[in-house]
């Protein structure tokens, strides 16, 4: 589990299914198995060298996130596991994408992500966009708008995006539930009642 508060700006030293990843503040403590969202994939580090953590990365991870599009070089967005005692400073994050987003277009501190399927949006919702909680503030046929505070923007990669890049989305987890209750064969009928 993860907030969606980035910890540090990692640079990609290899790509592919072998992710070698620059992260010296992340590797001070970091050991063999623990969970780190990269660009908001869970991933579990295989290998920790010096300031390098190595992840092996599934072909279906890399097919169906924007893991697959990293190259040598790149900056990732990165993320230890949260610690129970530790403050919730975004919202409950999983690190499991439910889909690869397109960037529409970035200005003005406003980026807009084109998604394949909208009914996970809702105005005020939260979601991550490379593993950055974001809240939503417009919706839009499949595409939704967030606001990048100065904050975001200096300690996040999202201000390197350009248009047409693909980025990773993970909706809301109550969003998703309750999603699953409202199609399921037999919703409760208090639901029913309610989103009707």
Known sequence: MFTGIIEEIGQVRAAGDRLEIHAPKICQDARPGDSVAVN?????????????LFFDAMRLTLRD???????????????RA????????????????????QVESLAENILR????????????????VNGV???????????????????????????LLRVGDRVNIEYDLLM????????AENP?????????
């Open 65 to 79: 996130t924007a893991l697959g599009d990293l190259k040598s070089g790149a900056a990732v967005n990165l993320e």
């Open 113 to 128: 992500v084109k998604v394949n399927d909208k009914k996970f949006l809702a105005l005020k919702g939260s979601l991550t």
């Open 40 to 52: 908001g994939v869970c991933l579990t580090a295989a290998e920790i060298k010096a300031d390098s």
């Open 176 to 183: 998703r539930y309750l999603q699953r209750l409202l199609t």
């Open 133 to 159: 909680s974001l809240t939503i503030q417009a919706v839009q046929d499949n595409s939704f708008s967030v606001s990048l505070v100065a904050h975001t923007l200096q300690s996040t990669t999202l201000g």
């Open 188 to 196: 409760p009928q208090r639901l029913r009642s309610i989103y009707k």
């Open 82 to 101: 949260l610690r129970a005692d530790s403050r919730l400073g975004g919202h409950f994050v999983s690190g499991h994408v439910d889909e690869a987003g």
